[in-house]
């Protein structure tokens, strides 16, 4: 249909000009193909928006998990990170007795298996709020009282706790695929320590310090399943709010142009020092830990005082302590693990499988 664009009308007013388009609307062939293209490429415009956003998610989530907020806030402004902690708690743990080779594992399986146990430890350490460093080699390292700078008891408090767990985890749960139980030991030390991010391609936030340094050597010497704790700990632990812990004198260690250094094994924790298994205390469910009537009625609420896990129940243990609680033996304990270990050979595995 042709239609005049422009009609002239005239009336008593003057001259009327109407213009006159198509009504209905005009479609030229290429219109559908034209819509359709465009569609498409809004489509894939934002499919590769939404990628590109995903992948700078999940480079952010790394980032925030290789490196603590205020390290990240600080070299976006272009700053150096380097922070002093006066006194900070570091905890080391290593593998003890373990032999890629004698137990016939691959380098891959070794991988997956510290893969495992330390994912573990991991969860152990967000639980008790302690911040995991790094791991190098076979070795697991977390601080407390750095980077959320708290209270110096507090912060031994929460790294002796963890200790203890994660002993306690690998001792009676964790087992490698193969089956066969893995040993650890570990060394605390409290102090002050420097931290930093070191590098600008590949940056990760460390520790230096002479408190670093003895914390290592205080895990060197520990022995299979122990926790070695320094002086300076011991003593912080001693002062720890909520919590009593027992720790026993060991024979000391030699530090190199500085004589015998007293050091501490780190046994348990209990709530206070009332919380026996004894009749009338209460035993907390899953965890097993054991607190006295006191100490049940001031932690009512559904966390453990000691282990930090979720309560699920409680009950009240009604009957005299069993006498294999009351009695125990230290001495042929000592033989018992005597027989098993042998640190001789111990060190040269770590060594060699260090170098691998
Ligand atoms: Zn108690
Ligand atoms: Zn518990």
Request: glycine share 8%.
């Amino acid at each position: 249909m042709v239609l005049p664009l422009f009609h002239h009308h005239e009336s008593l007013h003057g001259i009327w000009q109407n213009r006159v388009g198509i009504v209905e609307g005009w479609e030229p062939e290429w219109w559908s193909g034209a819509v359709a293209s465009v569609i498409i490429v809004a489509l894939l415009l934002s499919f590769l928006t939404a990628l590109t956003l995903m992948k700078g998610q999940l480079h952010r989530t790394l980032v925030h998990k290789m490196l603590p907020p205020k390290a990240i806030q600080k070299i976006t402004r272009g700053q150096t990170v380097i922070e002093k902690y006066n006194l900070a708690t570091v905890f080391y743990a290593d593998l003890v007795g373990f032999s890629g080779s004698k137990n016939s594992m691959t380098p891959v399986q070794v991988m997956n298996m510290l893969n495992d146990l330390y994912t573990q430890l991991d969860v152990i350490a967000k639980r008790h709020g302690v911040y995991k460093v790094e791991t190098v080699g076979n070795r697991y390292m977390v601080v407390g009282g750095a980077v959320n700078p708290e209270s110096a008891r507090v912060a031994a408090k929460r790294v002796a706790l963890f200790a203890i767990d994660a002993t306690n985890y690998v001792d009676n749960i964790f087992l490698t695929t193969n089956g066969d139980k893995l040993y650890i030991r570990s060394g605390i030390a409290s102090g002050s320590v420097v931290a930093g991010v070191v590098g600008t391609s590949s940056p990760h936030y460390t520790f230096f310090g002479d408190t670093i340094d003895y914390a290592s050597r205080l895990e060197k010497t520990s022995k299979k399943m122990k926790i070695q704790v320094s002086e300076v700990t011991y003593r912080l632990l001693q002062d720890a709010p909520a919590i009593s812990f027992e720790l026993s004198k060991t024979d000391g260690v030699e530090v190199k142009g500085k004589g015998n250094h007293v050091t501490w094994w780190l046994e348990k924790a209990t709530s206070c020092k009332e919380c026996q298994l004894v009749k009338g205390s209460f035993i907390l469910d899953p965890c097993g830990h054991v607190l006295c009537a006191k100490c049940n009625s001031t932690h009512n609420l559904n966390v453990c005082p000691i282990c930090r896990s979720k309560v699920s129940g409680r009950s009240e243990w009604t009957q005299d302590a069993p006498t294999k609680f009351l009695d125990i033996d230290d001495a042929s304990f000592d033989v018992m693990e005597a027989g098993e270990v042998d640190d001789s050979t111990v060190s040269e595995v770590s060594k060699s499988e260090r170098g691998m």
